[in-house]
């Protein structure tokens, strides 16, 4: 089904449900603010133009209580759609609402408000906030990235152990004259006081402070470390109206009933990929489209 800007619905067509994303076609939900008070998304005002943002209504949507989550960006982010909210790499936000990939968030230097992607900003003092930290990476994929161009000799990333929860991993870019570029891995160890250390002979307070002391000098590593390893800005989160199709860009057939969320109507996805915006749509959604339409639907 299609959802269209007055509520109604157009579709003969399942309903897309995307797992990584979270949005479903033909879903509106009324957005609550900060301040509680009720705003309506069902019924767009006279002066908005294009599609608006309608988040999920299954979705688990959290916002924020008195203690301020305050996030620094990681990236610069210029914004694509009126509602979102641009920001420079070190800039830092106050977290007004999470609500999936993108969170709704105020700038403490410009106090503007918008939406913001969540995997372009990280909590203020996290480990997220490190250029060398890179959670969630796999010792695979952490050799992959080293051994890319742009890296030199001894850049290095601390990444989530594997194999210990809890615990860290430290993975260098080496050289060896009989294989060339090599990745190597040194793991991270606790100490009951909550230190960190490689060798016990050298121990730390902080993971700041190992790489410090290794930056000096190997003290038994393969090389002394370098730089970070050069981190490529993540892809943007799903566009948050990506599946919101202008109601006048589509044809409707037949009114096949009515539900919970407006009428339903059987529509012709075919006709709106003729139109001027329906060939703009992105590659995913073309690939999609044209799969429904093959299927005559």
Wanted: aromatic share 10%; with cysteine; glycine share 8%.
């Amino acid at each position: 089904m299609v959802s269209l800007g007055t509520g109604r619905q157009v579709g003969a067509v399942k309903t897309p449900v995307f797992p990584s994303f979270g949005y479903r076609m033909g879903c509106m939900k009324s957005k609550f603010l900060r301040d509680g008070s009720k705003v309506s998304k069902t019924e767009p005002s006279a002066n908005q133009k294009g599609p608006i943002y309608v988040p999920d209504p299954t979705s688990s949507n959290k916002l924020v209580s008195s203690e301020d989550i305050v996030v620094v960006a990681l990236y610069d982010y210029e914004a694509i759609h009126r509602e979102d909210l641009s920001f420079q790499k070190g800039d830092q936000m106050v977290v007004l609402e999470e609500s999936g990939e993108w969170w709704r968030a105020r700038s403490l230097a410009t106090r503007k408000e918008g939406y913001i992607p969540s995997n372009y900003v990280a909590r203020v003092n996290s480990l997220e906030t490190e250029e060398w930290f890179f959670k969630g990476t796999s010792r695979k994929d952490a050799e992959r990235q080293l051994l890319a161009p742009g890296n030199v000799l001894g850049s290095f990333m601390i990444r989530d152990s594997e194999t210990t929860k809890g615990s860290y991993s430290l993975s260098v870019r080496d050289y060896d004259p009989q294989h060339g570029d090599t990745v190597k891995h040194y793991k991270i160890r606790t100490l009951d006081s909550g230190g960190f250390y490689i060798s016990p002979r050298s121990t730390f307070s902080s993971l700041q402070e190992l790489v410090v002391h290794y930056k000096k000098g190997k003290d038994g590593l393969c090389q002394k470390l370098s730089v970070p390893c050069v981190s490529p800005k993540p892809q943007k989160p799903w566009e948050k109206d990506a599946w919101e199709i202008p109601r006048e860009s589509l044809q409707m057939e037949k009114k096949l009933g009515a539900g919970q969320f407006g009428e339903v109507w059987m529509g012709s996805l075919l006709e709106f990929l003729k139109t001027e915006e329906g060939s703009k749509q992105p590659l995913p959604k073309l690939i999609d489209f044209s799969a429904q339409v093959s299927l005559g639907q």
